[in-house]
């Protein structure tokens, strides 16, 4: 059930800002969608990384925090020195990243249940 | 790696909980980026939906005024009928002069619809103006040269002006173009593709119909006269006119504004004495 919390807790998030008309100014719209592209990869790197058990607090937080920055930046810096196409790069390596850690939580979680299920016709 | 091994149970709870706030995070980022990418949608990039929207919220307006308009109309036409009841023309003689006074003055500014014999003219495009155009082209099927022939074969503004003008000069007494009310102050004037008459789009597109009432042969030998628009601009050679002579011909009202923001009557000064009856 425990696993359900991050899901609860982005829904949370979600909702307080949505309905709010809340709104960037239109020339940060792209940079901010950058920086939710890199805000879901870490978070699935991390759920990965809890998974495998080897997950460690001082690098997920810095993670999101830099990985969030540091794509905004990139794209931000694109513009600037003309190759607005740089921001591809983030997105790129953040959706690679993203479809490789879900493919690991996946098979971490369907290893879970086939291991329960060979247990429950052991027992 | 080891502190996992050691107390594993703890250890996930803490982290499902950290992933937990980042979560929150991610999801005020995701709905600040999709909230803000909808407004932009809404106002920024299709120029034209802003444009749309701005334009139907006119023509809603005018509309509305429309409406006030056709109401305050009906007004006073009430009033009038009024006036003729409470003062018939035999207890007051002044204001019944008065009454056909104002009838005579309305139906010289064009403010009631007419019926009479008259003429109808169809202005159209030439039905073989891409045919001409090539040929005056040198053969060309596209390109700036055929595209500068084929106007020569087209309907403009400057030639719905010619035949009316024409019409006017053959004593023509009341003109519409396309159900238009031609009035004193009305142009006759493209605006791309459609021509624009008493300042609306009612002009329409080709064909253009119109239709004026005065005397009939006259007006039609006037159109057709050597020397004449049709014949200098050679619409007629290319099919680009018919003209009908009619025994009854109806012509709308002009239902345009009628106020006066400029001209200023002069005190004092000289009102016309005009003939009404054609009898002087």
Redesign the interface.
């Known amino acids: 059930m ?2 359900w ?14 309905w709010r ?4 100014p ?1 020339d940060y ?1 792209p940079y ?2 950058l ?2 592209i890199a ?2 990869d ?2 699935l790197g ?2 990965r ?2 998974f495998e ?3 460690e ?1 001082d690098v ?2 810095s993670g ?1 925090v830099v990985n ?1 920055v540091m794509a905004a930046a990139l794209a931000y810096f694109g513009d600037q020195i003309g190759v607005p196409d740089l921001y591809l790069a983030a997105v790129v390596t953040l959706g690679g990243r993203i479809f490789l850690n879900l493919s690991l939580i996946r098979r971490y979680w369907l290893n879970k249940a086939r291991a329960a299920r060979r247990s429950d016709q052991g027992a | ?1 080891s502190v ?2 050691a107390a ?1 149970v703890q ?27 909808r ?2 949608k809404e106002n ?1 990039p299709p120029r034209f939906s802003i444009l749309a929207k701005e334009y139907r919220n006119l023509q809603a307006i005018n509309e509305g005024y429309a409406k006030q308009i056709a109401k305050l109309n009906v007004d006073i036409q009430q009033y009038e009928r009024l006036l003729r009841q409470s003062s018939g023309a035999k207890s007051s003689p002044a204001i019944a002069k008065l009454g056909q006074k104002l009838q005579e003055a309305r139906q010289f500014a064009g403010l009631t619809a007419l019926q009479g014999p008259g003429v109808i003219v169809k202005l159209m495009d030439s039905p073989k103006r891409k045919e001409y155009a090539q040929r005056y082209a040198g053969g060309a099927d596209s390109g700036a040269q055929y595209e500068a022939a084929l106007q020569d074969f087209l309907v403009h503004d400057s030639d719905v002006n010619g035949v009316v003008n024409e019409l006017r000069a053959a004593g023509a007494e009341a003109i519409s173009v396309n159900d238009q009310r031609l009035v004193a102050q009305s142009a006759i004037r493209c605006v791309g593709p459609i021509i624009f008459i008493n300042g609306k789009p009612g002009g329409g597109s080709p064909p253009y119909i119109i239709k004026a009432i005065g005397p009939r042969q006259e007006m039609k030998d006037a159109l057709e006269m050597t020397g004449g628009y049709l014949d200098t601009q050679h619409l007629r050679e290319y099919n680009m006119v018919e003209i009908q002579v009619a025994d009854q011909v109806t012509i709308p009202a002009y239902d345009g504004p009628t106020f006066f923001r400029y001209a200023k009557p002069v005190q004092g000064g000289q009102v016309a004495q005009q003939a009404t009856d054609g009898r002087g």
């Open positions: 425990m696993v919390l991050p899901v609860v807790g982005f829904l949370a998030g979600f909702i307080a800002v949505y008309a809340f709104t960037v239109s719209a901010l969608s920086a939710a805000g879901i870490t978070i991390g759920v990384a809890g058990g080897r997950f607090n997920f937080l999101f969030t | 790696m996992i091994v594993p250890k996930k709870k803490q982290w499902i909980w950290q992933i937990t706030v980042l979560s929150v995070v991610l999801g005020v980022l995701l709905a600040l980026s999709l909230e803000t990418e407004v932009q920024l």
